[in-house]
């Protein structure tokens, strides 16, 4: 595979009218579970960093990165917002002289916590740097921490845990620390231990410097500290932590590791410099603790960003193919001077500007009025603004150095994903993948002469959001939305309302079933027509085979002899996957099957593409019905955290819903109860969790994957699609 290069490695990265250089930036991203205290710390972060002088709370509905009026009203972040902040260090002891009282550029991205809006994550997560994963300290690690956790693996994206909410009755720092190891496989040590928890939690245990980071109590929110020796009770804890942390550093890091072998003193500067570097490699975790409510810990956490999580400059060269070849991958090196490349994260309809394109600089510069190419398309667009976005507000720039995110106006014929770059430096960048709609409801106007406008919002809203799917049903013509869960489509009515002024009227929620098969069969097509002039002539044969979930759809040409022309293979093919959309048990699309195509037979004069894939589309349909198919439902992975006391109602009730209890887990004075359940069970769940609950429970859910549906339902789920 043949790699290409956007522009040598320059020793000096920076273009000269750079404010920050590129090694003082960096792109993180603040993700977990809902509720873990993402926004809250976001908002603590924006305020030591002085970009806000009033710190907002999300239960007021007033924190910055939550600025739309839907997640003022519910207290959740819906949409990822970006923000842009400066930090300085503290002066202390192994600190990089680079960075030693300079002003960091921070970019954070704040990311929602429901899986419903998992399409913000993975799409911040495709740009970012470094993420900073908060945990709670009392839940520890929750079903979305885990799935927030695979898709920074995915991305390759370093990290930092934060263990928040350290002064909530029960909160256990080790015990979460314990958690993070055993459930995500993470070589996790901790920099920052809680000094004390609950009422007592007084601030943090700088491990690496031996002393105690004490928090006063004057009502300043948090701004004021002071540093004290470590008390004898807690001396031993920390050293023990301290020699755990050296040791494990030893055995990774070859560079320590030969200091140590040569017998070299290794020294706090030494210790840090290896912690950044297996940090960025993705081999260690750095672990903080703190709360960002009570306003303890932010400042050690961001000290920590600064010093472990990289900078572009840090990290490998973005990696595209090459436009007309795609074996040959490319190189995109983080410089200013070299060609530019960005990648297209996220799009928003804003009310004043009109379509805002978010983007990441991974090369070069952009400047407003530049062209830039979108290779997806083949077509040139010039820059009409570009803006720094913080939160919801626009501050208009001139240009976005290697590095940057930043939105762009004026592009027009753009999707999520897309790579836009100089002209002259044709880049196919890998984009963000996005997971399946799971749910689907049918919508109507409410005034047909909204039908228009209904029309407009809802390919904006899909513009915007990969996850959303919007399609026109042939049976019945009406149209059907499709979405990651219930709180998603209607989030996505309740803006239709707002924001385009069309409401709405929704029918039950339909699910998202699949069909599959449980035995290989073969299938033979015939297309014979004669009209009296020239006619259609295809005949196919084939072999299907189930495969095992997640492999989607797979075929292969047997062909020999020339049974089946060369030039109709590629309409087999065609009519092999057209046959897949609809299976025969319900009319829901087929997947994970293998098909072999076999042979069949032509006509000199009348075969023709069309003709054989028809005969592809019959020949599937029979070895379908040959093969024994069965009709696949949704499930999800659903926690519940209740009071004891409700344990017995609420396991109950997960099993009228044919849920399956996979652990039950004491948390306190708590139970966390994990457990499968079919999707088509859990509509309307959260208003008879509280009610089983006396409002005292709560939940989450993600889908987990495909099941096949009971017999005794089979027949239900057909009546209600016909």
Avoid at 445 to 464: G, P, W
Avoid at 585 to 600: E, N
Wanted: glycine share 8%; with cysteine.
């Amino acid at each position: 595979m043949t790699v290409l290069a956007s522009a040598p490695s320059l020793g000096n990265p920076n273009h000269p009218a750079r404010k920050r250089p590129l090694e003082r930036t960096r792109n993180i991203g603040i993700a977990a579970h809902i509720d873990a205290g993402k926004t809250t710390l976001t908002e603590r972060i924006l305020f030591y960093t002085g970009l806000i002088h009033r710190m907002g709370e999300v239960h007021e509905g007033a924190a910055t990165t939550d600025w739309m009026e839907q997640e003022r009203e519910r207290g959740i972040t819906i949409t990822a917002a970006a923000v842009t902040c400066e930090w300085t260090q503290r002066p202390e002891e192994g600190m990089v002289k680079l960075l030693a009282g300079q002003a960091v550029r921070v970019n954070i991205i704040d990311t929602p916590g429901h899986v419903d809006f998992t399409a913000e994550v993975e799409r911040s997560l495709r740009v970012l740097d470094g993420v900073i994963a908060v945990f709670c300290g009392v839940a520890g690690v929750q079903p979305q921490s885990e799935t927030v956790w695979r898709q920074a693996e995915k991305y390759r994206v370093p990290r930092i845990a934060f263990i928040n909410k350290m002064d909530r009755v029960g909160a256990d720092f080790f015990a979460v620390l314990e958690d993070i190891r055993e459930k995500l496989g993470a070589v996790a040590f901790p920099i920052l231990v809680p000094i004390g928890s609950e009422e007592s939690l007084q601030g943090q245990y700088d491990i690496l410097n031996h002393r105690a980071i004490v928090y006063t109590e004057s009502g300043d929110s948090g701004s004021t500290y002071r540093i004290e020796e470590i008390p004898a009770a807690d001396a031993k804890m920390v050293r023990e932590a301290f020699e755990a942390l050296k040791e494990g550093l030893i055995d990774l890091d070859e560079e320590l590791g030969l200091m140590f072998l040569g017998e070299e003193e290794i020294g706090v500067g030494d210790l840090k410099a290896a912690l950044r570097r297996q940090t960025i490699a993705g081999r260690v975790v750095p672990v903080a603790g703190g709360s960002a409510f009570k306003n303890k810990g932010i400042q050690g956490l961001l000290d920590a960003v600064v010093d472990y999580l990289p900078s572009p400059i840090d990290l490998p060269p973005a990696q595209g193919h090459d436009v007309d070849d795609h074996t040959k991958l490319i190189e995109a090196f983080p410089t200013d001077h070299a060609k530019a490349c960005s990648l297209a994260f996220k799009l928003w309809s804003d009310k004043y500007v009109g379509k805002l394109v978010f983007f990441r600089v991974y090369s070069g510069m952009i400047s407003r009025g530049d062209q830039v190419l979108n290779p997806r398309t083949g077509k040139k667009e010039r820059i009409g603004r570009l803006i720094q976005i913080q939160a919801n507000e626009h501050q208009d720039i001139d240009v976005a150095y290697c590095g940057d995110i930043a939105a762009m106006v004026g592009v027009k014929n753009v999707t999520t994903g897309d790579t836009l770059c100089d002209p002259a430096f044709p880049i196919l960048l890998e984009p963000p993948s996005f997971p399946e709609p799971v749910i689907s409801m049918a919508l109507e106007v409410r005034s047909t002469a909204d039908h228009d406008k209904m029309a407009t919002a809802l390919q904006r809203l899909r513009d915007e959001d990969p996850t959303f799917m919007v399609r026109t049903d042939e049976d019945t013509g009406q149209t059907i939305i499709s979405g990651m869960g219930e709180l998603h489509l209607e989030v996505i009515r309740d803006r239709m309302l707002r924001e385009f002024k069309v409401a709405t009227n929704a029918g039950k929620p339909q699910i998202a079933y699949r069909e599959t098969l449980t035995k290989a069969a073969e299938g033979e097509g015939k297309l014979i027509k004669q009209t009296g002039g020239k006619g259609q002539y295809g005949h196919v044969i084939l072999r299907v085979r189930p495969c095992e979930r997640g492999h989607g759809l797979t075929r292969e040409s047997k062909v020999v002899g020339g049974e089946i022309p060369k030039e109709f293979i590629n309409a087999c093919f065609n009519g092999i996957q057209e046959a897949t959309t609809n299976g025969v048990i319900a009319g829901y699309p087929v997947v994970d099957l293998h098909v072999d195509l076999l042979g069949g037979s032509s006509h000199d004069v009348d075969s023709s593409e069309a003709a054989f894939k028809m005969a592809a589309i019959f020949a599937m349909k029979e070895a379908f019905r040959s093969a024994e198919p069965a009709l696949l439902e949704p499930i999800m992975a659903l926690e519940v955290t209740t009071p004891d006391e409700s344990q017995g109602d609420i396991m109950g009730d997960l099993s009228r819903r044919r849920g399956r209890i996979l652990s039950i887990e004491s948390r306190g004075n708590v139970s966390a109860i994990r457990a499968d359940v079919p999707l088509s069970e859990v509509f309307g769940y959260a208003t008879d969790v509280r009610t089983l609950s006396s409002g005292r429970a709560s939940y989450s859910m993600q889908p987990a994957r495909f099941e096949e549906v009971p017999p005794v339902l089979v027949e239900r789920i057909i009546a209600e699609r016909t």
